[in-house]
């Protein structure tokens, strides 16, 4: 029995496996970048439009809107709630090719509260 070449056949499986290991680490790297990057945008585009709140929801929205898309981001929701803004954005990411994914990340500003503590 002639066994030239089994080496080869095992190199080979075997880079096989740290391609397909690195593919997997690059496209989990890549959404957990894109929902950091959803989380900045959401978060700046709430800070945005908190300073807005009390000219109503047009403007509110509409400055936060303007800093969600300054962050690369879309932004799928805007409301008021009292004196509070919550923004929530979405980043498209391809981690891998043919694979595209959304990352949401919603965030509330307002203005500063006065904590109770407690006796």
Same mark, same amino acid.
């Given at each position: 029995?002639? +066994?030239?070449?089994?080496?080869?056949?095992?190199?080979?499986?075997?880079?096989? @496996?740290?391609?397909?290991?690195?593919?997997?680490?690059?496209?989990?790297?890549?959404?957990? $970048?894109?929902?950091?990057?959803?989380?900045?945008?959401?978060?700046?585009?709430?800070?945005?439009?908190?300073?807005?709140? %009390?000219?109503?929801?047009?403007?509110?929205?509409?400055?936060?809107?303007?800093? @969600?898309?300054?962050?690369?981001?879309?932004?799928?929701? $805007?409301?008021?709630?009292? %004196?509070?803004?919550?923004?929530?954005?979405?980043?498209?990411?391809?981690?891998?090719?043919?694979?595209?994914?959304?990352?949401?990340?919603?965030?509330?500003?307002?203005?500063?509260? +006065?904590?109770? @503590?407690?006796?």
């Amino acid at each position: 029995m002639d +066994e030239r070449g089994g080496a080869t056949v095992c190199l080979l499986a075997i880079g096989l @496996v740290f391609v397909l290991v690195g593919l997997f680490g690059a496209g989990l790297g890549a959404a957990r $970048c894109a929902r950091h990057q959803a989380r900045v945008a959401a978060d700046f585009g709430a800070l945005a439009g908190a300073s807005r709140v %009390l000219d109503g929801a047009d403007a509110a929205c509409g400055s936060a809107d303007a800093l @969600v898309s300054a962050n690369a981001g879309r932004m799928t929701g $805007c409301r008021i709630d009292g %004196l509070d803004l919550i923004v929530t954005a979405q980043v498209r990411v391809a981690p891998l090719p043919g694979l595209t994914r959304v990352a949401t990340a919603t965030s509330r500003a307002g203005p500063a509260r +006065e904590l109770a @503590v407690a006796p």
